[in-house]
């Protein structure tokens, strides 16, 4: 047995430790009992079939995210009262585990290190001096189309137009009373982040300059500067911008501050918050993933809350980091993010963002081009609420999964309406 034999081994040893048997015998056991594929069984615990197969070829020892381990134990569970001779209606069963969102084990829970209920209430307070809440809201034409009841939660409504002027608030507060002597910020953006920390430097009296690569949004670079920004414009991509930004920091003293991190989280957890105020006993919310403060907000609040409402993350296809860090258990970085929905157009995952979600999310949606494109122009003719790219696709994620949806109480966060023209008109136009 060579050496890939042997790991294959130890992987599979490893897995009769956590789940009684190796994930290949149980898959045959459940394939045969049930008449599913392998995919079949993947998608029906929450996992992209790559992945399963790394699994079965033990290659992988550990279901990386606990809803679909939870998820797995339920078809186990299934299969041995089959086999014990026991009546089930099948079919039932299965879709009850599909839509099933088992609550991660406390200690599983990474996001209940971003945030306590004093850091949030904390938040609230601050957050509410420059922000005020959001609505959250139904539209009939929109439910005709998803099928289920829908809340929209209009963070498109806020003053830069994003949901991210609230974590810059808080980020700011945090700094100024850490650091009272910090010379100023800088960041690396592609527009709602910088205008997030424009806002706040602003209000702070901080200096702040923002670093966006070549080629973007017009309307947010004029946003960023209109907010007193100074704008430098470098790389060919969002991380080269970020690498950029790190170098003018060290030169001018400036504090960098990144796309995630938990005092942002604070800020964009407050948005969650009115969320579950505004409609409790949601079922599922589906968010946007850029870097990972939107979702790691949502479950971290839904945690503090005590709630078992899923949280489903939403990435393009042609920006997957987060979807394959997800399905790893750990960061998974990408050479490339060419996506049109630039607010999620991330290649390099950050550790802590990807620990929480792994911990706490039910599973995160690909959608294409086109499909976020669909929802951008839907999100429009049935609300009149502009979408940008990344506002729009959590509502895409749910269309996706729209006979999961069904019957089921749910909300998508509409995190921002910072959309340019030509983008707006090139839309409507492909989807008429």
Known sequence: MGAEGHEAARGRDQQVALYGESVDTLTDRIARRLALAPDDIAHAIGLSPPMYAELRAGRRSRIPNPSAAARFGLLRDLVERLDAGEHADTEAELARIRASSPAPAPEARASSDLLSHDSLAAARELVARHVPPTPARRWPLLEQVTGTETWVKHENHNPTGSFKVRGGLTFGAHLVAAEPDVAGLIAATRGNHGQSLAFAGRSLGLAVTIVVPEGNSPDKNAAMRALGAELVVHGRDYQESVERARLIATERGL???????????????????????????????????GMGSGICAQLAVRDLLGTRTEVVGVVSEEAPAYALSFEAGEPVPTDTAHTFVDGVACRTPDAEAVAAIVAGAARIVRVSEAQAGAAMALMYRATHNLAEPAGSLALAGLL?????????????????????????????KEHP
């Open 400 to 428: 996706a999964e729209r006979d999961r949806a069904a019957g089921r109480r749910v909300a998508v966060v509409h995190t921002g309406g910072n959309c340019d023209f030509d983008i707006l008109e090139r839309v409507m």
């Open 255 to 289: 504090r960098m501050v990144p796309a995630f991190h938990r005092w942002l989280v604070e800020g964009v957890a407050t948005n969650a918050a009115e969320l579950h105020e505004a409609v409790p006993g949601l079922d599922a919310v589906y968010v946007p993933v």
